[in-house]
C-alpha cells in the first residue's frame, strides 16, 4: 500500500529564516507531486506540482520554492521566511496519468514569528 | 473561472439529521468532483467523488448530487453522527497532465449528540 510522509509536523520558525520541509511517497512510482497550504479556517491553495524530477511548476508567485530530487521526495523552501508564510503545508500525490484521486499526508504546521 | 465557492461556512446537525453542504463551480471544463474530509490537524482524506456523467453517487451515508446545467454539487450526509464532525471541502480538477484540484473554503460541520 502506498503512504506519504511529511516532516517535520510542527515547527516555528523566526521571520528570515530559512525552510526546508520533506515530503516522500512510498508504495508507488512516478507519482504526480504536490504542495498545498491551508490557511487557518481556509481552504487549499495549490503552491507548486511536480509530473517528475526535476520538472516543477509553481502556480502563485512567494518566496517559496519546490524540488523533486528524486522520483518520490518533494521539497519545499524558502531562504527567508515572512509571517505570511505561516500556515498549515500539505503534500499530495496521484497516480501519473491515471485516476485523479489526490491522497495527503499528514501536514506540516509552520508558525513564523 | 478556477474558483468554486461552498457554502455554508458553518453548520450545526442534530445526530441523526442530515447535513447538507453545497458547492458552484464556474469552469464547465472541471470534469471530477471530489470531497474531502478533514480532522483537525489532520490532512484532508478522500470521502467520495464523481464526474458529471452521473447526476447522483452514493456511498454508505454520504451522497453527491449533480447538477451540470446549474454547475453545483452537493454533500448529503444521512444519519449524521459525532465522529462526523469534521471541515468538509469540495473540490474540483479538469484535464490532462497535473489534475491539480481547486478547493472551495470549506464548511465546519459539528453533529451534536
Known amino acids: 500500500s502506498q503512504t506519504i510522509h511529511q516532516w517535520p509536523a510542527t515547527l516555528v520558525q523566526p521571520v528570515g529564516s530559512p525552510l526546508s520541509l520533506e515530503c516522500t511517497v512510498e508504495g508507488t512510482s512516478n507519482p504526480n507531486l504536490y504542495w498545498y497550504r491551508q490557511a487557518a479556517g481556509r481552504g487549499l491553495q495549490l503552491l507548486f506540482y511536480s509530473v517528475g524530477i526535476g520538472q516543477i511548476s509553481s502556480e502563485v508567485p512567494q518566496n517559496l520554492s519546490a524540488s523533486r530530487p528524486q522520483d518520490r521526495q518533494f521539497i519545499l523552501s524558502s531562504k527567508k521566511l515572512l509571517l505570511s508564510d505561516s500556515g498549515f503545508y500539505l503534500c499530495?500525490?496521484?497516480?501519473?496519468?491515471?485516476?485523479?484521486?489526490?491522497?495527503f499526508g499528514p501536514g506540516t504546521r509552520l508558525t513564523v514569528l | 473561472q478556477q474558483q468554486v465557492k461552498q457554502s455554508p461556512q458553518s453548520l450545526i446537525v442534530q445526530k441523526g439529521g442530515i447535513s447538507i453542504i453545497n458547492c458552484a463551480y464556474e469552469?464547465?471544463?472541471?470534469?471530477?468532483f471530489p470531497w474531502y474530509q478533514q480532522f483537525p490537524g489532520k490532512g484532508p482524506a478522500l470521502l467520495i467523488a464523481i464526474r458529471p456523467d452521473v447526476s447522483e453517487k452514493k456511498e454508505g451515508r454520504f451522497t453527491i448530487s449533480f447538477n451540470k446545467s446549474a454547475k453545483q454539487f452537493s454533500l448529503h450526509i444521512m444519519d449524521s453522527q459525532p465522529g462526523d464532525s469534521a471541515t468538509y471541502f469540495c473540490?474540483?480538477?479538469?484535464?490532462?497532465?497535473?489534475?491539480?484540484?481547486?478547493f472551495g473554503s470549506g464548511t465546519r460541520l459539528q453533529v451534536q449528540p
Open positions: 473540490a474540483a480538477s479538469k484535464g490532462t497532465g497535473r489534475r491539480a484540484l481547486t
Open positions: 499530495a500525490w496521484s497516480v501519473r496519468g491515471g485516476a485523479d484521486t489526490q491522497y
Open positions: 469552469n464547465t471544463a472541471f470534469d471530477y
